[in-house]
């Protein structure tokens, strides 16, 4: 069983950054792509960014250049840089561990105040 607990977020100014935080415990963490999600008030969950275990990156259209997703496999943590958030970022933003994905955390709300 994987447990995933995330932290960092928070409200923030429009233009300003934040650092979200996910530490994962169990599973095979270095060997599984992982990645950030978010999920607006009625709106689907989507995906932001993720990270292969070879340290590939992928994101979403909407924040390429702004967000910055990483990994520390000694720590077991992932982590995604938001900067020059707006408030189209306002969602509720959940780490997600291997394909499918496998397993959630319970996520954290992001909210970015104009």
């Known amino acids: 069983q994987v447990q995933l607990v995330e932290s960092g977020g928070g409200l923030v100014q429009a233009g300003g950054s934040l650092r979200l935080s996910c530490v994962a415990s169990?599973?095979?963490?270095?060997?599984?792509?992982m990645g950030w999600y978010r999920q607006a008030p009625e709106k689907q969950r989507e995906l932001v960014a993720s990270i292969t275990y070879n340290y590939r990156t992928n994101y979403a259209d909407s924040v390429k250049g702004r967000f910055t997703i990483s990994r520390d496999n000694a720590k077991r943590m992932v982590y995604l840089q938001m900067n020059s958030v707006n408030a189209e970022d306002t969602a509720v933003y959940y780490c997600?561990?291997?394909?499918?994905?496998?397993?959630w955390g319970q996520g954290t709300q992001v909210t970015v105040s104009s």
């Open positions: 997600s561990y291997g394909l499918g994905p496998s397993f």
């Open positions: 169990g599973g095979t963490f270095s060997s599984e792509i």
